[in-house]
């Protein structure tokens, strides 16, 4: 939190096409943990304990993971990984995987990855581990697969386990690596094998079988700060695929042709998310509308999501020429209804609160009878995000006189009227967020005895029998403002007078930077009108898609010599008769000045240089 | 741009002669009839760019919308006559595959081809370098009274996508 467009656009292909279109493989059978990081940290299968600020770059086939910063302390244990002290990003797994296994198949763990970049001096890692982050056990008791240009690295604090390294050069760019362990108690064996780019590599000698270690956590990272390398794509599996042969059977996602190809979104700073309306392409619509992207499929049925810098800043692709191509012109079409000089746009963000407050308090006795779950739903009196930015947590008890103390906390008593305190350690208890206004608390009692969730008479600070369960988080507040941008300064002065454009009511614009440049972006390209040249009849070239950039020239007839964008294009083939027309906008006023080229729109720049008005 | 194509793919493009080639194939529920080709008699296919602007003031933003139209109107089995493509989707040719059945939201992909080869028009007729045009759906189509068929298509991923939208439930405020 946030999160970008991309994200969401993401998240919502994959989520009505169970992953077939998507710019990260569907998840693997048997998935325990599943995350694409574009742009968030947000699992999709697993939970995500913490992410300390990460940051994001180009990745493979969409934004990607590329660091993260630790807020102030050591995280690693003592003589554990360096790699905690940088860790990005922590999960728990979606169930705990049991490494050894008594059958004489145990299933695989495999975890894959695609890493991007330069792995010479600071290398991407993955750390297994059987204790979470921060206790004790995270020392002795974790595997790890490191990636470096000399090759790929699996090493274990488990006793007995040597480092293993698979010597072979990798180089800067795009890989994927894989990670494979099988642990088999009964036959006494522990193999590891890893996977580059689809080469497999199994270790001869690891060790003897390990014991029957939950595998539960996952911290994603670098072997020190600033990386210069990506990762995306992140899966861990209990892969039940195979006889132990080959890459032990294992199925990974490699090789992977995406169905998606995101741009990084302009709009990035998404908090909180109201009630939409519509089936999935439309919502994406609504995201694109948003800061005036381009979504949608292309000729092969591969879904594109181009942002605005991308459709701006493109190069041409070829020039049609009347001497070769370009049999026709339709038309030059300009309008005084095209422009726009004054744009306000209105946003409507969400701020956090600084200092966390109880955000969800009960009012009344909650009782958890023995041997029972009882799953409580509140819904809050407004958005909010989990105390510590933690997407779930569990629910300790409550000192006495630290009630004012935000926390995730509960006092247990054996009686409603609070008559003895009943012991915590027989009811497990855990709080998930839901949605940016509903929590779920869960609690199963494994005593004997009733339980209430109310102060006993042990405590002093309220009366015996006061309801006590509190969840602290940060508020969201709804945060409105309108960006107003005009060009010339004074838009009425114009030849044009005042001609306005208005965004409003949009909920996916939710922050200043956001509107500034949507307004900026929508008043430069629109302040002057450029002519739309529609029915080029062109001498067809099936290779052009809407959105290239074209050069047109016809020097002898009409003098246009001009860069267009294709905003539409027909083909039609008839008995005799194959035929194809474009309908493009230029890119600049004829006439246009820029980066001092007359003549000549911002192409391959992303400077404005405004045009006469 | 689609890219991957020959240099003399692209040659042909920017000069005044060309021979081109359409490979029309849909998927259908039944029948051994999924290259359509040869009774292609007509292939239009549309692309725009949509916004909710008025066309005047338009960015490129919105979606890319794509149809296609085409007529089969020849055999869809050339070594029998009979098998003509008003018999195949006529809805009440009872020896039709498609008799009880009906070709609504079969996949249909079309290539336009360019013969690159120095074989092209010569009676050796060369091979075609294909470019994928369209990806889609058959949206509806009529059996006209000569025998043609007329198909309406729709893009793939606009009917794909027709799912109720789901959110990250995190973020989400219900």
């Known amino acids: 939190v946030p999160v970008s467009a991309e994200y969401l656009i993401d998240y919502m292909l994959r989520a009505d096409t169970a992953g077939a279109v998507s710019s990260w493989p569907t998840r693997l059978l048997d998935s325990l943990l599943a995350v694409g990081f574009r742009t968030a940290t947000l699992p999709e299968t697993g939970l995500l304990l913490q992410d300390y600020s990460p940051t994001y770059a180009p990745g493979v086939f969409g934004s990607a993971l590329a660091g993260g910063a630790l807020q102030g302390f050591v995280r690693a244990a003592q003589n554990g990984p360096n790699f905690g002290q940088f860790t990005a990003v922590e999960y728990t797994l979606a169930a705990p995987y049991v490494l050894a296994n008594s059958g004489s198949n145990s299933p695989n763990m495999v975890v894959e990855f695609w890493t991007n970049g330069d792995v010479s001096t600071v290398f991407p890692s993955v750390v297994i581990a059987t204790a979470p982050p921060l206790t004790p056990d995270y020392a002795s008791s974790w595997y790890k697969l490191t990636v470096k240009s000399t090759g790929l690295e699996v090493s274990s604090s488990l006793p007995g386990f040597t480092t293993q390294v698979w010597t072979t050069a990798i180089s800067s760019g795009a890989h994927h690596v894989s990670w494979v362990m099988s642990s088999n108690s009964a036959l006494g064996t522990f193999a590891v094998a890893v996977e580059l780019d689809g080469v497999s590599h199994t270790f001869a000698t690891v060790s003897a079988a390990h014991g029957t270690l939950a595998q539960n956590y996952v911290a994603v990272g670098w072997s020190t700060a600033s990386p210069v390398s990506t990762i995306e794509a992140l899966q861990v599996t209990a892969n039940t695929g195979g006889a132990p042969v080959n890459f032990f059977g294992a199925t990974t996602s490699y090789p992977f042709a995406p169905q998606a190809v995101l741009n990084p979104s302009l709009n990035a700073n998404l908090n909180v998310i109201g009630a939409v309306e519509g089936d999935t392409y439309s919502v994406i619509q609504q995201l694109v509308q948003a800061e005036l992207a381009v979504a949608g499929g292309d000729e092969s049925a591969v879904f594109r999501f181009y942002n605005r810098d991308t459709i701006s800043s493109a190069q041409p692709v070829r020039t049609i020429t009347s001497a070769a191509s370009l049999k026709a012109i339709g038309g030059a079409e300009v309008a005084a209804a095209g422009v726009v000089n004054h744009c306000t746009v209105d946003w409507n963000g969400w701020s956090a609160a600084a200092a966390a407050t109880n955000i969800y308090k009960a009012t009344d006795p909650i009782r958890v009878p023995r041997g029972k779950t009882v799953i409580l739903k509140p819904t809050l009196d407004a958005p909010a995000r989990l105390y510590g930015n933690v997407p779930n947590g569990t629910v300790g008890v409550i000192a006495d006189g630290s009630l004012a103390t935000p926390a995730f906390g509960a006092r247990f008593s054996t009686t409603k009227a609070g008559t003895a305190t009943f012991n915590a350690n027989s009811i497990t208890r855990t709080v998930v967020q839901t949605a940016s206004n509903q929590l779920q608390l869960t609690f199963t009692n494994n005593g004997s005895t009733d339980c209430w969730l109310v102060s006993s008479s042990d405590y002093l600070d309220v009366p015996a029998g006061t309801p006590v369960l509190q969840i602290a988080g940060y508020t969201w507040t709804a945060d409105t403002a309108t960006v107003d941008y005009q060009y010339p300064p004074n838009a009425a002065s114009s030849r044009f007078g005042d001609q306005a454009h208005q965004i409003s009511g949009d909920q996916w614009i939710q922050d200043l930077d956001t509107a500034t440049l949507l307004a900026q972006d929508i008043v430069v390209d629109q302040c002057t009108p450029r002519p739309n040249l529609t029915g080029l009849s062109i001498v067809p070239d099936p290779r052009l898609q809407t959105v290239d950039v074209v050069h047109i020239q016809d020097p002898d007839v009409t003098g246009l010599d001009e860069y267009a964008r294709i905003f539409g294009w027909t083909l039609n083939w008839d008995a005799g008769s194959f035929e194809m027309t474009v309908d493009a906008r230029t890119l600049a006023a004829p006439g246009g000045w820029i980066m001092g080229v007359a003549g000549r729109s911002e192409i391959g720049s992303t400077a404005y240089v405004y045009p006469s008005t | ?174």
């Open chain 2, 1 to 174: 741009v689609i890219t991957g194509t020959s240099a003399a793919f692209t040659a042909q493009t920017e000069g005044v002669e060309q021979v081109a080639a359409w490979r029309l194939q849909m998927t259908l529920p039944a029948g051994p009839y999924s290259d359509v080709s040869l009774a292609v008699d007509h292939v239009s296919i549309n692309a725009s760019t949509t916004s909710d602007m008025p066309e005047g003031t338009r960015l490129e933003v919105g979606y890319p919308a794509m149809s296609c139209t085409f007529t089969l109107s020849g055999l869809v089995d050339v070594t029998d006559e009979s098998k003509t493509a008003g018999w195949l989707f006529g809805p009440y040719q009872v020896s039709s595959p498609l008799y009880y059945k009906d070709a609504l939201y079969a996949p249909v992909t079309v290539d336009i081809g360019l013969y690159t080869d120095n074989n092209a028009a010569t009676t050796l007729q060369g091979t075609p370098e294909y470019v994928r045009k369209f990806t889609g759906q058959v949206d509806s189509y009529v059996v006209n009274d000569d025998g043609s068929v007329t198909f309406t298509c729709i893009e793939k991923m606009r009917q794909q996508l027709r799912g109720a939208a789901q959110l990250p439930a995190l973020l989400t405020c219900r």
